[in-house]
Each structure stands twice: as structure tokens, then as C-alpha cells.
């Protein structure tokens, strides 16, 4: 059974930092790409990051409210994934979910990932 567990989030001020991480179990993710969204009250579903299991080849959201230059995603362990979340803004308060998609293609759309985790509240105080 494949299990996507979120982790990290909380209540910071605007400024401050957050790592969030997502612990993957149930299956080989080696040839996976793993994703983190985020989902506000009354917003859809809007992709944050990526990478590959194997490691590198990071892509940000090139939204309005890029996350580029602030946040970070890497592979922190065999089975961890994290987000390093940097000078956090209010706009940035959301549910941040883990996702895995097996395959590469349009790797910023959320119905592309097959797994999910049940999400982390992160909220940024102004």
C-alpha cells in the first residue's frame, strides 16, 4: 500500500521558515517525479515544485506569487522528500500536499500524480 506522509507545517510569521517533508512508503519511487502543491480556501489545487526521485533536475512554479529563490525541494533520504519554504509571505498560506506522478510529462499538473498525502497546513501570519 503506498503511503505519502506529510510533515512540518505550522504557524510562522511572514519572514520566517518552514520545511515541510513527506515520507514515501509502499513501493519503489526511483523512476518517479515527486511534486508538492498547495491548495487555499476557495483556490484550486496549484503546483509548487518537483523533482525527480533520483535526485537534480528541480522545476518551481512560475506563478504570480513565485515560490522560485524562496523555496526549495530536494531528496533528503531514501525515502524523503522536503521542502525548504524561505521568507514565507501570507499569500503562501495554503494546505501543502506531496504527490507522486510515475511518469515526467507535464509534471506541474496535479491530475497527472497517481499518489497522494493527505496534506499539511502551513499558515504565515502577517
Known amino acids: 500500500q503506498v503511503q505519502l506522509v506529510e510533515s512540518g507545517g505550522g504557524l510562522v510569521q511572514a519572514g520566517g521558515s518552514l520545511r515541510l517533508s513527506c515520507q514515501a512508503s509502499g513501493r519503489t519511487f526511483t523512476s518517479y517525479t515527486m511534486g508538492w502543491f498547495r491548495q487555499s480556501p476557495g483556490k484550486d489545487r496549484e503546483f509548487v515544485a518537483r523533482?525527480?526521485?533520483?535526485?537534480?533536475?528541480?522545476?518551481?512554479a512560475e506563478h504570480a506569487d513565485s515560490v522560485k529563490g524562496r523555496f526549495t525541494i530536494s531528496r533528503a533520504t531514501e525515502k524523503t522528500v522536503t521542502l525548504q519554504m524561505n521568507r514565507l509571505k501570507p499569500e503562501d498560506t495554503a494546505v501543502y500536499y506531496c504527490?507522486?506522478?510515475?511518469?515526467?510529462?507535464?509534471?506541474?499538473?496535479?491530475?497527472?500524480?497517481?499518489?497522494w498525502g493527505q496534506g499539511t497546513q502551513v499558515t504565515v501570519s502577517s
Open positions: 504527490a507522486a506522478y510515475a511518469g515526467s510529462t507535464a509534471d506541474y499538473r496535479s491530475a497527472n500524480y497517481d499518489y
Open positions: 523533482t525527480r526521485w533520483t535526485g537534480g533536475n528541480t522545476y518551481y
